[in-house]
């Protein structure tokens, strides 16, 4: 009599981590079981797990951008188990899986209306049921990427982020957390911002702390951002709060700060893990926003920013071995040397300043632009050396708002060269 049959899949984990960059991390292993459960379930014929490139789904609205994927462990081929078996009871069957994934395969990353994803699905060819193949429900497998915990680069990006900068020798702002490194499963990210005055006659009207994603698309060189998290500080109560902003503010006679407690959301709902490679990549920034108004009247949007990483946790369990990590000096100088700019990405530092309208917050898909001047205040302050120049210092230029006749959408971004052209460096 022809019965029926399922199949399920049961991966230890949801994710795989790969420790490097594209050309150097070594492989990650998914593994997990599969269950078979009918009236003839020790009767399988073949059975196989597959990870692919997870499908779009029907009116969801999102296009796949994942690279073709099918890596696939054979369980049972022609009646014979190829690994670990087990009966769970008359009428379940196990079976264990094990599937590396390749050190360059892209990350899981969800845009508005893309996504590069991956799941795993099982397939097993049962004797005497209805239906000779049957199929398991998808189940997602985030593909993560991060630095090596021991690398140098983990360790100066791990450092306490601290910039400053003068705005016209009026004011100067700083910005200060414990860590360029962010971890979505924090509770939360304590930041500090300073306002310090350099001229008599300033007011503060409104500051800020931002922390913005930019998303950047491969096939269309197209880029969004947006606010992932975002604290207004009541200038007047010192108190976080989202009302509207005041027209009058408070002078500026002495140095002020204020501390704040930044929630990370969660990621890949509120928030993506940096990717600097593949077909869409993200970045992320930490901000400091604030409003004033100078001696004349006239209002001021300035906004100190700096990159942040958001990263996986690295799980100690399952880091590679000592001898096969990059930034071991143990390792071939070739070795080091043919990945080290994995963690590159454009970013500027920047304060830019723009005279205020109704609304006075800045728009997020301006191309930032740094500020003339701007030095940090101490050289070992300045950020990981895998960011552009960092070598001998980032690349500050100097920008007015009276000399922008407009700013230019990310999409339209110029290079950092052309930068340094228009813009004179001091």
Known sequence: MLSTASVSVYPDTAEAI????????????VTGRVVVTGRNA???????????????????GQQSMTPPTHLQAVLVADGRAAVTH?????????????????????????????????????????????????????????IKRAPPPDSVWAATAGAALYETADWRGQLQLALATDSRILHSDDQALPIRGVVRPLAKGLQLRRAAFQLVERIVLNSDLSATS???????????????????????GIALDHETS???????????TGIQYDVHRGPIRTYHELALSVSIVDARGSVHNLRLASPVFVLPRPCRAALPRYEDTPADRLVSPPALRRDSNFWDQFVLIDTTDSF?????????????????GYR??????????????????????????????EMQPLRQRRSREHLAEQFAVV
């Open 376 to 405: 940090p205040s101490d050289l070992s302050q300045a950020p990981p050396p895998s960011y552009p120049g960092a070598a001998h210092g980032i690349e500050r230029t100097v920008v007015d708002s009276a000399d922008v006749a």
């Open 18 to 29: 790969l420790y490097g960059g594209p050309s150097v991390a070594n492989d990650a292993v």
């Open 86 to 142: 087990e009966q769970l009871s008359a009428r379940s069957h196990s079976w264990q899986f094990s599937i590396s994934v390749p050190g360059s395969t892209a990350e899981t990353v969800f845009a508005r209306n893309s996504f590069v994803a991956y799941e795993l699905v099982a397939e097993a060819e049962v004797s005497g049921t209805f239906a000779g193949t049957v199929q398991s429900k998808p189940v997602a497998v985030a």
């Open 356 to 372: 205020a309208d109704a609304r006075p917050e800045l728009a997020l898909d301006a191309c930032p632009l740094a500020l003339q």
């Open 42 to 60: 020790g009767q399988v014929a073949s059975l196989q797990v597959t990870l692919r490139a997870q499908r779009g789904r029907r009116f969801q």
């Open 258 to 268: 204020t501390e704040r407690m930044l929630s990370v959301p969660s990621e890949y």
């Open 226 to 248: 947006r606010l992932v998290a975002d604290i207004d500080v009541d200038i007047d109560t010192d108190q976080c709060t989202s009302s509207l902003v005041k027209q009058e």
